[in-house]
């Protein structure tokens, strides 16, 4: 059964500091993973989408990286905002099969202080 | 393009009622899944749809239910809900099941 940890829960950093978000999952054979943002009591916005085949995707100030072969992806934001507070999380999707459910991390609740 | 709606945005319910919520994936999108989420479990899979067939089914009770339509809508019931059921649902709309997966703003169901 697939498991995916983010850690730490929740982080506060000061405007303007480079920040990694960390994301494991314990079974190697995924098709592809995403990271998301949500803001409090709305919805999930995709913010990159990584394939299995690729090692990283960029996107504005934002940076994704992934090893599957250790299970482990990270999420890096560039001089970080007020308006990146959110809360991020990470979904892996299984390869294609009989179940292709995105499988999520509690996510980690970032904070920029201005 | 539009993006993934849900209807209604926020619900209140008695124990014991039932409760429908809809969803309408982005144009050409024919997968749609649902989750729910709450505070204690984090993001929990429900079903998904592609096509009008329900294709996988996570692990709740026979009391949550879902549908979808030809023109790819999907909608999902609740019967005899309780307190537990308060949760954000949340509809997810892909182009094929294994393609990026885009969101709707969640319905906000409150169970009293």
């Known amino acids: 059964k697939q498991e995916v940890t983010q850690i730490p829960a929740a982080l506060s950093v000061p405007e303007g500091e480079n920040l990694v978000l960390n994301c494991s999952f314990t079974?190697?054979?995924?098709?592809?993973l995403q990271w998301f943002r949500q803001d409090p009591g709305k919805g999930l916005t995709s913010l990159l989408l990584?394939?299995?085949?690729?090692r990283e995707q960029t996107s504005g100030r934002l940076n994704a990286s992934l090893d599957k072969s250790s299970g482990r992806s990270t999420l890096y934001i560039a001089a970080s905002q007020p308006g990146d507070s959110a809360t991020y999380l990470c979904?892996?999707?299984?390869?294609?099969?009989?179940?292709?459910?995105?499988?999520f991390g509690k996510g980690i609740t970032l904070s920029v202080r201005p | 393009k539009a993006g993934v709606t849900q209807t209604p945005r926020y619900l209140i319910k008695t124990r014991g009622q039932q409760v429908t919520l809809s969803c309408s994936p982005i144009?050409?999108?024919?997968?749609v899944s649902w989750y729910q989420q709450t505070p204690g479990q984090g993001l929990q899979f429900l079903f998904e749809?592609?096509?009008?067939?329900?294709?996988n089914k996570g692990n709740f009770p026979g009391r949550f239910s879902g549908r979808q339509f030809s023109n790819s809508r999907s909608e999902m019931n609740v019967s005899t809900l309780e307190l537990g059921d308060s949760a954000l649902y949340l509809c997810?709309?892909?182009?094929?099941?294994?393609?990026?997966?885009?969101f709707g703003q969640g319905t906000r169901l409150t169970v009293v």
């Open positions: 990584i394939q299995s085949s690729q």
């Open positions: 997810a709309s892909s182009y094929r099941d294994i393609t990026e997966a885009f």
């Open positions: 079974d190697s054979a995924i098709y592809n």
């Open positions: 144009s050409g999108h024919r997968s």
């Open positions: 749809y592609f096509s009008e067939t329900q294709r």
């Open positions: 979904a892996v999707r299984p390869l294609p099969g009989a179940n292709s459910k995105l499988t």
